[in-house]
Structure formats: structure tokens, C-alpha cells
């Protein structure tokens, strides 16, 4: 029995705890038109975009906006449906003809774990790193831990899509992503991205 007390301390000690939420939120746009889709999920946000956005009618793809891991869900969503309720595109639809920040505002106010933040993404592209698409990074605390690169702005770990902001915090174990500079914690060919960023600079 000591030896499984063991081997369990030194699993959760060497993967680290995070803490497990019952489903996300997100706020989705498309450039094919001004209206916001608020909706949720039990599944990955990312799988949830990618299904919305193979669906017959629509032109262009969806683009996650902002999305955060919350428990109650269903309930949240209901309340921002409500919410916004009077700006609905049609009644029983989940589009809404409001402006992004509205909706980020709201949901920004819920408690959770942030995903995806594009208000807060666009203080740099991996492009303007020299990192490709496809590319992988490596968490500087924990080499082990390793995410791809899904577009100028996000990465992809374990099949949820993320801003490297939210990755980060969910690996640093924080509850927000507020104060980290994600840049310090993420390496791409043995170099930290903050300090090609910062080479970058110098050019």
C-alpha cells in the first residue's frame, strides 16, 4: 500500500494538479457577418468551432473571440443568453447582434479559467517570430508538456485550442492569466520566445 501511496505522489507531483472544469463558454465571430455566437460545450472548444464552421450556409470559418472553462455551464450560458437577449439575430438562436467587447465583458466577469482572449492576443504573432504554423513549443518548467502552433495567435494542446497566455496559466496552475508574460515560459529550438522576441527587436 506504501508503494502505490508512493507511485500516486509521484504522478501528481511530476504532472501536476490543475483543476477540472465542467465545460466551457465561448464567444465566437465571423467575418462573413457582424453577429457574435455565445454558446458552450462539455467537449474542446477548438472541436466545437471546427463543427460549427463546416456546416452547410456557412461561407467562412468561425474564429474563437474569447473562451473560458467554467463550471455550471449550461446555467452561465443561459444567463448571457438572457442576458443579451433583446440583441438576438432570431428567437431561439445563439447569435447575437452586439459588439464583441459587450459579450467579452460580460463573460470576463464569470469565474473560470480563460482559453482564448483575443482583447489580450495581440501583443505579438508568431509570424513576427519566425515560428510556422505547425510549429512546437516546449514548456520551459516542464519540457514534457509540449504545444503546437494553430495560427498567428494560438497553439493547440491536447486538442483544446488556447492563447499562449491561458496555456500558460493553466500549466502555472493560476486561475487567470493576468501578470504572466507568457513569453518567459515557452521555448521553440532551445531558445526562450522572449528572447528571440527580443533579437528580433535588435534587427
Not at 100 to 105: G, M, T
Request: avoid cysteine; hydrophobic fraction near 40%.
Amino acid at each position: 500500500m506504501r508503494a502505490i501511496a508512493l507511485f500516486i505522489l509521484l504522478f501528481v507531483s511530476q504532472e501536476g494538479f490543475t483543476k477540472e472544469y465542467e465545460g466551457a463558454i465561448y464567444i465566437l465571430t465571423n467575418k462573413g457577418n457582424t453577429y457574435l455566437k455565445i454558446g458552450m460545450t462539455s467537449r474542446t472548444v477548438e472541436e466545437r468551432r471546427k463543427e460549427l464552421s463546416s456546416a452547410t450556409g456557412v461561407p467562412y470559418p468561425f474564429q474563437i473571440y474569447f473562451a473560458k472553462k467554467v463550471d455550471n455551464y449550461k446555467e452561465l450560458e443561459k444567463e448571457l443568453h438572457d442576458k443579451f437577449d433583446k440583441f438576438r439575430v432570431a428567437s431561439g438562436k445563439e447569435f447575437f447582434d452586439i459588439a464583441p467587447e459587450s459579450a467579452y465583458k460580460a463573460l470576463n466577469e464569470v469565474e473560470g479559467l480563460i482559453i482564448v482572449d483575443k482583447e489580450r492576443r495581440s501583443n505579438f504573432t508568431f509570424l513576427e517570430l519566425g515560428i510556422e504554423i505547425g510549429a512546437e513549443l516546449k514548456f520551459s518548467e516542464d519540457k514534457r508538456r509540449v504545444a503546437k502552433v494553430l495560427d498567428d495567435n494560438l497553439v493547440m494542446y491536447k486538442k483544446e485550442a488556447y492563447s499562449l497566455s491561458g496555456l500558460t496559466a493553466l500549466l502555472l496552475e493560476k486561475t487567470s492569466s493576468s501578470g504572466i508574460k507568457a513569453l518567459d515560459y515557452w521555448v521553440y529550438k532551445d531558445e526562450l520566445l522572449s528572447d528571440i522576441r527580443e533579437e528580433q527587436g535588435k534587427k
